[in-house]
């Protein structure tokens, strides 16, 4: 058996568990109100916030653009004094971080205390406010609290040693933003061994999109890839492990819309602005503001079906695609994160 020692004390996550105390749902976050800030007005009774089972539902506010969640976090003592050396708790260098997560688009990202103007230095309550837009969410939202390392520590390896390790967290909070398909929506990955089948592709790939049934294709991840997957499945918000997850689904993300973007195209009617499937219109829903110079919905589905339709244009929906894909992915700020956190831990 290989010896692992070294490999526990990095401080990250890995198949044997953490080697360091990581106290999972001792923080105590929740959700107190919905606002809707662009849009319409919501009714009093438009969403519901069901405490006993962490759900809010939006389902039934209407044409709005952006919600903002609030609510707080209570982060007892005892997790200061469970996950940092002594010397470190009367001034706990830690961060308060919401991760917010919808698999459907892919959404990833998070709020830290600094960005939201809360000192977090003992037990309390600290209050939260994130914001999501409508353009970039399907189905469900997944809102969780962490608590991690602001900085390093090699004083005591008893405890988390590394920027960004996890030291706290609460179970998820869900925020239902419209009715999910049955099967949890067309980009929800689904991890099988590509080996395993005779229509997918090389074993060696990292993702597939599947189009059995041009209705509903389906993403995969590679099971083979079992370090990868890993990491993509990985929850923190912070540190290495967590910066190269992101940028690792950015490189999906890029050849997936990509890949639907092109199909959506290729359906879609030049004349009457209409397209073969309903994933195909959220598909332009994601990307409206991003694509072409033109009014709304229907002419961006009008001049894709054109570019696609003329074979002396194609090269001009690749670029177009290309750059409306970068903008939404934004590759270089991951990759800047991740080079950051790296030259810290150095």
Known sequence: MADTTNELKSGHLHTEGFPHNYLQDKLDCEI???????????????????????????????????????????????????????????????ILVVAVRASQTMLRFGVSNQELDVDVNGEGDYEFSVELEQDSLRGEVNIKPYLVRGESQDTDEDY????GD????????????????????????????????DSFPNGENLHYLHFEDPSTPKLFLNANHQQLIGVLQSEGPTGHDARFRDVLYDYIEQSVWQELLLRTASDADPEDGVLKYAWQEEVVEL?????????????????????????DDVDVLAKEIDAAIQKRVDHPTQALKLLQEGIEID
């Not at 988390?160 to 920027?163: E, M």
């Not at 990307?287 to 079906?305: I, M, S």
């Open 287 to 311: 990307f409206e503001d991003e694509l072409f110079d033109v009014e709304g919905y229907e002419d961006v589905v009008r001049r894709l079906g054109e570019l696609a339709s003329s074979g």
């Open 160 to 163: 988390a040693t590394d920027y």
């Open 166 to 197: 996890r030291l706290a967290s609460d179970e998820a909070w869900t925020i239902v933003i419209d009715r999910e398909q049955e099967d949890g929506g067309f980009l929800h990955p689904r991890i099988e061994p590509f080996d395993h089948f």
């Open 32 to 94: 107190s109100s919905l606002e809707v800030s662009k849009g319409l007005e919501a009714p009093e009774d438009a969403h519901q916030i069901v405490q006993s089972d962490r759900r809010v539902s939006a389902v039934a506010i209407q044409d709005w653009e952006k919600i903002s969640v609030s609510g707080s976090i209570h982060v007892p003592k005892e997790v200061f004094s469970g996950t940092l050396p002594f010397e470190e708790r009367d001034d706990p260098p830690v």
